[in-house]
């Protein structure tokens, strides 16, 4: 089992900058890869970026403006995001994704990051 607690959302305004943390506890040695979604109200919960090892993955309308990074000693994955934009409000949610026999996806509880124009 993993728990992941997210924190730092909140509400900014456009062109602002906000840093997402989510730390992982019980076996988070497992995890492989951990990456951010978000949804956006009516919308589907789509990725946003992803850290495996050294290697992240974007999205496309984040990208250049987003950046992910994981510190190993500490079981925690952070999301830098700067230059913000209304349509980046949404529920962020944390997830930690580990294959052991079969897939294992965990999820944080979410946190709300609001743009306002």
């Known amino acids: 089992q993993v728990q992941l607690v997210e924190s730092g959302g909140g509400l900014v305004q456009a062109g602002g900058s906000l840093r997402l943390s989510c730390a992982a506890s019980g076996s988070a040695f497992r995890i492989n890869t951990m990456g951010w979604y978000r949804q956006a109200p009516g919308k589907q919960r789509e990725l946003v970026a992803s850290i495996t090892g050294g290697s992240t993955n974007y999205a496309n309308s984040v990208k250049g403006r987003f950046t992910i990074s994981r510190n190993n000693d500490k079981n925690t994955v952070y999301l830098q995001m700067d230059s913000l934009k209304p349509e980046d409000t949404a529920v962020y949610y944390c997830?930690?994704?580990?294959?052991?026999?079969?897939?294992?996806?965990?999820w944080g509880q979410g946190t709300q990051v609001t743009v306002s124009s």
């Open positions: 997830n930690a994704y580990y294959w052991s026999g079969r897939p294992y996806n965990y």
